[in-house]
């Protein structure tokens, strides 16, 4: 572990509104609320603690960082839901969350990811709203990491390139997956002659 970089230390009293359970404002059913998080930044990744940052040199992991802020976020936040833009990568750090996408009128789901998996980075990239949600099933740190920060950030620095698409195969393996064993239960069935 390298410790000659300093870490990087938060101003006390930034918020984020975090969508949680019956936020009104996003899903149309009343008695929802917004949780407002006290967010520190957090400390320099010296080591890679997600899929983003497997694949970065610890100066840009650095300096991603610099951007970054954390926060834990309670069971049942929306912390992605599809088909809203995002103006920020979510980095799970901790807990469990469920991946679902809508389709024929329910939610389908893609599976359950934890600690080191980055969300929100094709809608991020492509600048769309994302296809699917993503809720904590129990409580979990996050950190997030502002669009237009990471953004610029992938401009002046190519190689970032390499780490994102890292994180866009991954999501792509996970979809596969998921199709392939859909397809394998959906499969029309040979009829038995009795």
Known sequence: MDHSQPAA???????????????????????????????????????????????????????????????????????????????????????????????????????????????GMRAIVAGEPPEVDVICLESCDISILPRDAFLALLKSNPEIYFAVAKVLSSDLQIADRVLRASSRRCAPQPIRES
Do not use: W
């Not at 992605?80 to 980095?91: A, C, K, N, P, T």
């Open 9 to 119: 230390t938060g101003k006390s009293g930034y918020y984020l509104n975090v969508t949680g359970p019956g936020d009104s404002r996003h899903s149309g059913r009343p008695g929802r609320r917004v949780i407002k998080q006290n967010m520190n930044t957090t400390s320099v990744h010296n080591e890679a603690a997600n899929e983003l940052y497997a694949m970065l040199s610890p100066a840009l992991r650095t300096e991603l960082a610099k951007h970054e802020k954390s926060m834990t976020v309670p069971e049942g936040t929306n912390l992605i839901r599809h088909g809203e833009l995002l103006d920020h990568l979510v980095i799970i750090n901790s807990g469990k969350v469920e991946v679902t996408l809508s389709c024929a009128r329910k939610q389908a789901s893609l599976g359950l990811a934890q600690g080191g998996k980055v969300f």
